[in-house]
């Protein structure tokens, strides 16, 4: 699978997290791992942001989306859950080959198999370190 | 200057009895590892985002328990943001304190609750009253013209799992 970078080869990550602490936390370790973030509150805010919308179909994509290169998500999150967001992300012809990597609080093995069946690249447990992004940003470069 | 290292020897003596008395774990180590010249208020920044949102949550929490009907979904749902928090700046107590009430949650046991928002509190209070501390002395070492030692591992907390890969089939 080959990544398109932006210019400058800064990979553009885009996380997901309902909670404030968490969005500031991955925002820095991201950003210190020299990629550029874009942080969204919700499911439906990081679909918008992508150009797709909730009840779109594939076909409807309508390609004004900005290019991520990696999205990160939170499992447990109102409304639309990380899983769910997982879900519409890999039925997107437009959005399917990008790595979505889901963080949980919780240590659930079928939550864990669900999320790695559906396609998640990988699952990572928080609270999230500096050597869990350093990873992440390792396998976005092929390192 | 001795009152600089004097300064820098009380705050090692007290960061180091915040994490040996579980206050703070590895990761509040790891929010410091974040903090560079080019964001030198970070660990401050997301303390007090933590500190403002928790004292948001104890009072929806009050608030929830209050109710004729308690709807533990809801209360649950503001315990997982605790947990959530506390986790991710490092306030181990606090955390712990999390888990028993989520528990409670869902055995929807009322006391079991209400003594859990009193311990949270409690806690809570504690730590901010810590790490303000903590605040407290940073400042007056960058005063006294010294720099804050940095404390890479010295937390006695047992470590966590941390990110599982892919599972093989």
Known sequence: MSMEYYEEDVPHVLAVDDNIIDRKLIERLLKTSSCRVTVAENAIRALEYLGLKENQQQSQFNGKGAKVNMIITDYCMPGMTGYELLQKIKESSMLKDVPVVIMSSENIPNRINECLEKGAERFILKPLKLADVKMLRCQLTKC | ?169
Do not use: W
């Not at chain 2, 590895?26 to 208020?41: A, G, H, I, M």
């Not at chain 2, 888990?99 to 209400?114: A, P, Q, T, V, Y």
């Not at chain 2, 009193?118 to 070492?141: A, P, S, T």
């Open chain 2, 1 to 169: 200057m001795a009152a600089v290292s004097q300064l820098q020897r009380q705050f090692i003596e007290y960061t180091t009895s915040l994490y040996n008395e579980g206050y703070l774990d590895d990761q509040y180590t790891q929010l410091q590892k974040l903090q560079d010249e080019s964001n030198p208020d970070f660990v401050v920044e997301v303390v007090s985002l933590f500190f403002e949102d928790s004292e948001k949550l104890l009072n929806n929490l009050a608030t929830a328990l209050q109710q004729k009907i308690v709807d533990y979904k809801q209360v649950d749902s503001h315990v997982h943001q605790f947990k959530g928090s506390s986790s991710s700046i490092g306030a181990q107590r606090v955390t712990n304190v999390c888990i028993h009430f989520r528990n409670f949650c869902e055995e929807k046991n009322l006391d079991g609750c209400l003594r859990c928002l009193q311990q949270l509190k409690h806690e809570y209070i504690q730590v901010r009253n810590k790490l303000e501390g903590l605040f407290r002395l940073e400042q007056q070492i960058l005063q006294a013209g010294g720099s804050v030692p940095m404390m890479e591992s010295i937390c006695t907390s047992a470590s966590t799992m941390s990110s599982s890969g892919k599972l093989s089939a």
